[in-house]
């Protein structure tokens, strides 16, 4: 090697603690990229589950009030049919003639109510960091909803029955609807207690 050339050389030469200083600074710089990118997925983590809430909120708010406004309709079904099956039961204790055809006033006529919100939340997996209470809560709502359905399909079942419709079957055939529309009532007055509950949680 040429005299001249090996003071360069030898300055070119890293120094263990200079080698240290710059993988350090390597290290901090990956570490501060990842910590950033965290940072904004949790923000956006954050806006979603912002986003779903309120859209839930709002759905639940609908819901609320098609229930409020279908509960007096439906215990108005229920007292018809008491008078019916007490009016009905006392004809056939007293006569064996035929008994009367009844109209078929007792439609159940049940609330419309959405759920879009709340699958859409679940399918994103938008409420994966929100508080269990309130998640668990959220589900006991949709899940008495899909109970309502449960019974309107009964009720549909029913109603499409022909041998319903047979006379000496029609007071067992209207008991049934009573205990099927009771129940629909428990349920609406329930959720009607559960929805400001969980609309309480979401303001």
């Known amino acids: 090697m040429h005299p001249i050339e090996k003071p360069r050389l030898e300055s070119q030469r890293l120094s263990i603690g200079r080698l240290l200083l710059e993988m350090g600074m390597i290290v901090f710089g990956i570490l501060l990229a990842l910590n950033l990118e965290s940072c904004k997925e949790r923000r956006h983590e954050k806006e979603q589950e912002r986003t779903a809430l309120h859209n839930i909120r709002?759905?639940?708010?609908?819901?609320?009030?098609?229930?409020?406004?279908?509960l007096p309709k439906h215990k108005e079904i229920a007292a018809n049919l008491e008078k019916d099956i007490q009016r009905l039961a006392a004809l056939q204790s007293k006569s064996s003639k035929p008994?009367?055809?009844?109209?078929?006033?007792?439609?159940?006529?049940?609330?419309?109510?959405?759920?879009?919100?709340?699958?859409?939340?679940?399918?994103?997996?938008?409420?994966?960091?929100?508080?269990?209470?309130?998640?668990?809560?959220?589900?006991?709502?949709?899940?008495?909803q899909r109970w309502m359905n449960l019974i309107e399909d009964k009720w549909l079942q029913a109603l499409l029955n022909p041998a319903s419709f047979e006379m000496?079957?029609?007071?067992?055939?209207?008991?049934?609807?009573?205990?099927?529309?009771?129940?629909?009532?428990?349920?609406?007055?329930?959720?009607l207690k559960a929805y400001d509950e969980i609309l309480g949680m979401l303001k």
């Open 99 to 144: 008994l009367p055809e009844e109209s078929l006033w007792a439609a159940l006529q049940p609330s419309v109510l959405f759920q879009k919100a709340w699958e859409t939340a679940t399918l994103t997996r938008a409420l994966a960091r929100t508080d269990y209470n309130m998640v668990m809560g959220l589900s006991a709502v949709y899940e008495a």
């Open 168 to 191: 000496p079957r029609r007071v067992w055939f209207l008991s049934i609807l009573l205990t099927l529309v009771s129940n629909y009532i428990a349920i609406e007055q329930n959720l």
């Open 58 to 70: 709002l759905e639940m708010e609908q819901n609320r009030n098609a229930v409020a406004n279908g």
